[in-house]
């Protein structure tokens, strides 16, 4: 079995030795990094940007209330009838106003149960909504040990590229 990269039984993601050059507080620099060795005609396939010490970050956006949650279930119950309804459209010769309406309708009810049923199912112990990411607080630029070298004697022309590894 081949992998998307044509090569028999290797992984996309993995180089076979791989060897730190640099390690980042922040993705950019980590991108300018290796930007400035493909500018350079460096072989950037046999680099890898690496995202270590990850963190899970939860934002809350807000309070959530019955009357919040009825909402969200009703613009999602609309956006599936909606959807379903022009399916059924395309496939039926009868008047299509009538029948994206109605499925619109059908979609916002079943939406307001649905997210209401979900609520309720929760018993008040997650009254908020939020957004949640996974960060890394530090980029490690990985190279093939065979050109380790090479992309560090490269880096070096780069101002402030390669970190003072005592800091």
Request: charged share 15%.
């Amino acid at each position: 079995m081949s992998m998307p990269t044509g090569m028999p039984g290797r992984s996309p993601l993995k180089l076979q030795f791989p060897q730190s050059l640099a390690v980042y507080d922040d993705y950019e620099s980590a991108q300018r990094a290796v930007d400035f060795l493909s500018d350079n005609k460096f072989p950037v396939e046999q680099c890898m940007i690496v995202g270590t010490d990850l963190k899970r970050i939860e934002r809350i956006t807000g309070r959530l209330t019955t009357g919040r949650v009825a909402m969200g279930g009703l613009l999602s119950g609309v956006w599936l009838g909606l959807f379903v309804g022009i399916i059924f459209a395309l496939f039926d010769n009868s008047n299509t106003v009538a029948v994206v309406v109605s499925t619109m309708l059908f979609g916002a009810l079943f939406g307001v149960v649905w997210a209401l049923v979900g609520y309720a199912a929760t018993r008040g112990h997650r009254d908020f909504s939020s957004v949640t990411s996974v960060v890394a607080t530090k980029y490690e630029v990985l190279v093939e040990h065979k050109v380790a070298q090479q992309a560090r004697d490269l880096l070096a022309q780069l101002p402030g590229a390669m970190p003072d590894p005592f800091a």
